[in-house]
């Protein structure tokens, strides 16, 4: 313990002071935001207020009805397709530096792509009704 504070260019001064500063005030401030918010807020619950909501479904109903699978699959699209598109970010960075087959395997990248979203629309599965 006595290597922490032997002086003050010492590691725990120069790096873990500020932020521990920083720690001790996100969580100060988190506690006062929370209570003014509590404290000072107009409350007028009311049964609709309080109900749940989930994908649009009536929160009166018994839990045990049957799902509808589009939610589902739709669910799953956004996500294949919003991952996929997150590899266009690298490329586009370094876009200026890459080689021939390098840009030329994102444009085929780009196009199977393409292929699948025109399949998804024509088999139908972003039509919800």
Not at 81 to 92: A, G, N, V, Y
């Amino acid at each position: 313990m006595t290597f922490f504070f032997q002086s003050t260019n010492s590691l725990f001064y120069s790096e873990y002071t500020v932020i521990l500063c920083f720690l001790f005030i996100a969580v100060i401030l988190s506690i006062i935001i929370t209570l003014l918010s509590y404290y000072l807020a107009i409350q007028k619950p009311e049964t609709e207020k309080l109900s749940t909501y989930e994908c649009g479904f009536e929160p009166y109903e018994d839990a045990r009805h049957t799902f509808d699978i589009k939610f589902y699959l739709i669910a799953i699209l956004f996500i294949v397709f919003d991952i996929e598109t997150m590899f266009l970010i690298p490329w586009t960075i370094v876009l200026a530096q890459l080689d021939l087959v390098a840009f030329w395997s994102m444009i085929d990248f780009m196009f199977e792509l393409c292929i699948g979203y025109i399949y998804i629309y024509c088999v139908g599965a972003l039509n919800i009704h």
